[in-house]
């Protein structure tokens, strides 16, 4: 009896290992091997809307980080024992010790069709009180300018409206024209020209961005260079302004066409950073105050404004005026005042390019020589009202042609003469 019992507990104690075992292994197997291994650092000092960060070794440039409360920064300033964040929100939530950790992401914007008619932050969160955006594609705000092989040169005019920029001063498809916020804008536009559509791009202004980020500079103690301008503000501009490109028919023949503003203070061009702008981009435009109080708008200066695309991007029917346009021409525009009435032009009034050309040719052919200035207006109103209910097919072969054929020339001489032979001032 007693070797029965000891058998017996022998097997009941080599059960209990075996179901022990079984219920280890179960478990061993079935957990969660992962572990959540985040690079977190702490702030040192925080200031300006500038965090200085500890402990993150591995950050990239440019890098979403994510503080205690959930405030957003970009890491801007990489250095040997700190890193320099820039925070997008309120600095007074945020002290001295608070948890800082990486995202492992780049900046990014959304980007879709539903960003068409929308206000949105730098981030791309909406502003204008409708619906968030939910465009679940998204693209960097720091991509590189396309390369020499996808674009194609210039040869587009993106029509303004505007008869004094459309006439003299052209802009085509796709060229540059003159912190954040501009860099998540033109990744929205870049999204609509790689998909075979035309954008265009304002920065108002990039004196004022270039002005943001000296002071950015400043609080991360980079030396300061030409005007106390940070060292590397030509890099700023060079790169946001090289991404506007016309791309050729192998990348959908798009095109983002970027216009740059910059202030000349005291109208003087010649400054620091209105020069690097002007160095960059293809043309310039510039605005004068003296005009602007004369009562001449838009306030465009002829002579100092340049356009390099001219002659590619210009419509065969606005060429025919280029042999008006030479000396001759700018001496009568700046010793008589009828070309300059006729090229004033009132806010939010665009103008078609078949009907800028008809009351160009009006002015340019010398038939509005003998009306008094201020009666310039008053003709162009009633000239287009005239040419637009009564010559519609004129005007609609003018904007299917696109050139200007003897039989237009004709045919708008005796419009312009039947019409000032009734016309009265």
Known sequence: ????????????????????????????????????????GHVLSIGDYIARVFGLRNVQAEEMVEFSLGLKGMSLNLESDNVGVVVFGSDKLIKKGDIVKRTEAIVDVPVSE??????????????????????????????KAPGVIPRISVWELTQTGIKAVDSLVLIG??????????????????????NGKHAL??????????????????VLCPPPSHEACPRDVFYLHSHIL?????????????????LPLTEAQAGDVSAYIPTNVISITDRQIFLETELFYKGIL???????????????????????????????????????????????????????????????????????????PSKITKFENAFLSH???QHQALLGKTRTNGKFSEETDAKLKEIVTNFLAGFEA
């Open 1 to 40: 009896m007693p070797l029965e019992k000891e058998k017996d507990q022998e097997e009941q104690k080599k059960t209990g290992t075996a179901e022990v075992s079984s219920v280890l292994e179960e478990r061993i197997l079935g957990a969660d091997t992962s572990v959540n291994l985040e690079e977190t």
């Open 114 to 143: 539903e960003l068409l008619g929308r206000v949105v932050y730098a981030l791309g969160n909406a502003t204008d009180g409708k619906c968030p955006i939910g465009s679940k594609a998204r693209r960097r705000v720091g991509l």
């Open 173 to 194: 498809h796709g060229q540059c024209d003159l912190y954040l916020a501009p860099y998540s804008g033109c990744s929205m536009g870049e999204y609509f020209r790689d």
């Open 201 to 218: 791009i304002v920065y108002d202004d990039l004196s004022k961005q270039a002005v943001a980020y000296h002071q950015i500079s400043m």
């Open 242 to 258: 090289e991404r506007a490109a016309k791309m050729n028919d192998a990348f959908d023949g798009g095109s983002l066409t970027a």
């Open 298 to 372: 838009p306030a465009i200066n002829v002579g100092l404004s340049v356009s390099h695309v001219r002659s590619a991007a210009q419509t065969r029917v606005m060429k025919q005026f280029d042999s008006d346009l030479d000396a001759a021409t700018q001496q009568l525009l700046s010793h008589g005042v009828h070309l300059t009435e006729l090229l004033k032009q009132g806010q939010y009034s665009p103008m078609a390019i078949e009907e800028q050309v008809a009351v160009i040719y009006a002015g340019v052919r010398g038939y509005l020589d003998k009306l008094e």
């Open 387 to 389: 040419v637009i209910s």
